[in-house]
């Protein structure tokens, strides 16, 4: 995963994933600082990453299948996450905690 500014059109960030093959679905960027981004992942993980400290929150056992798209608010204090289960959780980006889960 390789993160770029735009502007001069030069990576700032390449970050590796543990797994070899493994590969990025979808990203959405949290405006402020740190830099950091919700990810989510070809073998099914879904991630906080902090991209300065290239350290990361591994936000599992959430979705019972591949999440499909993520987002986040313009003021970078709440993400969406949506999987092919039908399910949404919205969650809380400065704890890392559920706002709102599905009731089944």
Known sequence: CIFWETKNAISIKDMSLENKGVGVLTCA??????MRAL??????????????????????????DWVTSCAVSQNG????TVSADGRCFIWNLETDAILLRPEN
């Open 29 to 34: 960027l949290i405006p402020g600082s740190p």
């Open 39 to 64: 990810i989510e992942t070809s073998d099914g993980g879904l991630y906080l990453w902090n991209i300065e400290a290239n350290t990361k929150v591994v936000l599992e056992g959430i979705h019972k």
């Open 77 to 80: 204090k709440v993400g969406v």
